[in-house]
Each structure stands twice: as C-alpha cells, then as structure tokens.
C-alpha cells in the first residue's frame, strides 16, 4: 500500500479483556517497529522487527505485550488482560533503507490504533 | 536512562512569521537525529534529519542546526504557515541504532 496502515483505528476495552492491533506495513519495508504514546507524550518504543525475526523487545512493558510478525510483513501487537494504564496510542512504523532522508533509520508511521481501557 | 527533551512545551507564532523549536539531547552518542511532526489525529511524519558530522541541513522552508557541544538541536521554520500547526518531536538514534528516542514535544500554534 501507499502507506502504514493500522486497525482498529480505535478499541474500547473492558479492564481483563484481550485486544489485539493489527500493522500493514508498506510493502517491502524490511524493518517494522511498535511505539507507544501516552496522551501528551511522545512515543516510546515498544519493539523491533527486522522480517520476521524481533530483534528488539526492550520496550515491552510486561509480559502481558506480545508481538509478533510471522511472514515478515503483517504484525500483530496484542494486549492480554488489558489495564487502564495500557490506555494510549500504539503506533506502528516501518522503514527501507532506501527510505526518504539522509539516513536508514526515517520510520513512516501510521495514524495509530488508539486504546481505552474502562 | 537517557532522553531528549525539549525546552519550550508551546510555542505560538504570528502566521509568516518564522518559528524556531529547540531541543536538547542528553545522550552524546547519538549519531542522527530526527524531527516529526504529528497532527492531530495522526501519525508522527516525517520533516528533517541530520547526522552527527553535520551542524546544518535545509530542506524546503526548514532547516535543523546541530550543536553537538551543548548537545541541542533546533528546528527552524520559514514563513510559518497555519498548516503548520501540530506538535512537533525530536529524536535521535542512541549508539546508531535501528532504536529512536523521542522528546516529549512542542505544540506549535499559528496565528492567522
């Protein structure tokens, strides 16, 4: 696709339930990353995949985050027992080496998947 | 842990005025850094980069300035226009890696 395309574009979940955000990257992007941003904070990075291998989960909260991006292009960031701090927006990004700018590292971010834990 | 945080939280400027947003980093390892812009609503695009051996780029009606001795980054904008207000983020690739840190971000609001 022309770009980073996540859903749901918005979720309200129970405190306990299971979630799970979907990222299309744009195609042929090798590397594919989650972030997380509070209301009125930047983003902080969850994870790091390059194809189909998680080369960095650092950024993973609790054991309750997991992702994952089994063919190496479509990734699924998932939430069990969701709680009210889990509340934010989680974006997803993706970047080619031949990207836009002088360097590899210019991530293309989609619009987020905003969560609401009640 | 290291951070790149941002001096003015909002920043209000008169439509065609020139804007500057700043930056410092506290992490002198870092090597490239980055400035987006996220819109409401939106995802952080991206604006400018630059890498450590430069002080200066320019793109169209920006520019990013690089002071590696007080570790402080700044994002100027020419002849600022409405369609420029949003927030706006620095980041910077600790180490090289494929990892960006991001400020907390300055609100820039034009004035018509």
């Known amino acids: 696709g022309a770009g980073v395309s996540q859903s749901p574009r918005y979720k309200v979940a129970k405190r306990g339930q299971d979630v799970a955000l979907r990222c299309d990257p744009i195609s042929g992007h090798v590397s594919l990353f989650w972030y997380q941003q509070a209301l009125g904070q930047g983003p902080e990075f969850l994870t790091y995949f390059q194809n189909e291998a998680q080369l960095d989960k650092s950024g993973l909260p609790s054991d309750r985050f997991f992702a994952e991006r089994p063919e190496g292009s479509v990734s699924t960031l998932k939430i069990q027992r969701t709680q009210q701090e889990d509340s934010a927006v989680y974006l997803c990004a993706s970047s080619s080496p031949l990207g836009q700018g002088s360097g590899a590292n210019v991530l293309t971010f989609g619009a987020g998947s905003r969560l609401t834990v009640l | ?112």
């Open chain 2, 1 to 112: 842990g290291e951070s790149v945080g941002l001096h003015l939280p909002t920043l209000s400027v008169q439509e065609g005025d020139n804007s500057i947003i700043n930056c410092a980093y506290s992490n002198s390892a870092s090597d490239y850094f980055i400035w987006y812009k996220q819109e409401s609503g939106k995802g952080p695009q991206f604006i400018i980069d630059i890498r450590s051996n430069m002080d200066k780029r320019q793109g169209q009606r920006v520019t990013v300035l690089l002071n590696k001795t007080v570790k402080h980054l700044s994002l100027q904008i020419a002849a600022t226009q409405p369609g420029d207000s949003a927030v706006y983020f620095c980041a910077e690739t600790p180490g090289g890696g494929n990892k960006l840190v991001f400020g907390a971000g300055t609100i820039l609001r034009v004035k018509s």
